[in-house]
């Protein structure tokens, strides 16, 4: 049974930082491309950061300089550290996985709400 769980979401002020976290459980963690997407009301779901197994990342224009993704392949765990958070970026957080084998998403967490407050 897979299982993406995030943590860390929460309300911060603009300006502020958040860090999320995602454990994943049933897959082969270093098989797998392991991402941030987001959702805010309204609006469909757009891809923050993108970590390969070998590091490479990947991140929307909208949050370079200000979002880190990480990821510790040894505790399963994929990390986004969030930065200088403005109100847009307000939304659910949602942790995805990928088979370095496919383009779509395989699994999805259950999301986690941050909202940034000005």
């Known amino acids: 049974q897979v ?4 943590s860390g979401g929460g309300l911060v002020q ?6 999320l976290s995602c454990a994943a459980s049933g ?3 270093n098989f797998n491309v392991m991402g941030w997407y987001r ?3 309204g609006k469909q779901r757009e891809l923050v950061a993108a970590m390969t197994p070998g590091g490479s990342t990947n991140y929307a224009d909208s949050v370079k300089g200000r979002f880190t993704i990480s990821r ?6 994929v990390y986004l550290q969030m930065n200088s958070l403005k109100p847009e970026d307000t939304a659910v957080y949602y942790c995805s996985a990928r088979r370095l084998t496919t383009s779509t998403t395989d699994y999805w967490g259950q999301g986690t709400q941050v909202t940034v407050s000005s």
């Open 39 to 41: 959702q805010a009301p």
């Open 72 to 77: 510790d392949n040894a505790k399963n765990t």
């Open 14 to 19: 603009a300006g502020g930082s958040l860090r």
């Open 27 to 29: 897959i082969i963690f």
């Open 3 to 6: 299982q993406l769980v995030e």
